[in-house]
């Protein structure tokens, strides 16, 4: 019954920016912890950053200083903010809630380009 769904890509300029989010449904969301990965084609899918219930944080070291993750439990939210983008970065981004069995959002796909 938990549900996530992603919002927020599109299309953005080389050194822009883009918010993510990511609302949860379905669950006590304020003590789960979240996570943002991303998929490019031809890639695996990448652990970008994730957030624990009492908001702590860790991100993959590709992303440290550009990439932020937030939440917003009283909207049962997630957020991803993207800044200086770059091509490298356009791929699908999925969301996560880390439940006894990982539920995965639709994706957003994230277009960097000129």
């Known amino acids: 019954q938990v549900q996530v769904v992603e919002s927020g890509g599109g299309l953005v300029q080389p050194g822009g920016s883009v918010r993510l989010s990511c609302e949860a449904s379905?669950?006590?969301?304020?003590?789960?912890?979240m996570g943002w990965y991303r998929q490019a084609p031809g890639k695996q899918r990448e652990f970008l950053a994730r957030?624990?219930?009492?908001?702590?944080?860790n991100y993959a070291e590709s992303v440290k200083g550009r990439f932020t993750i937030s939440r917003d439990n009283a909207k049962n939210t997630v957020y991803l903010q993207m800044n200086s983008l770059k091509p490298e970065d356009s791929a699908v981004y999925y969301c996560?809630?880390?439940?006894?069995?990982?539920?995965w959002g639709q994706g957003t796909q994230v277009t960097v380009s000129s």
């Open positions: 957030i624990t219930s009492g908001g702590s944080t």
């Open positions: 379905g669950t006590i969301f304020s003590i789960l912890t």
């Open positions: 996560r809630a880390q439940t006894a069995v990982p539920v």
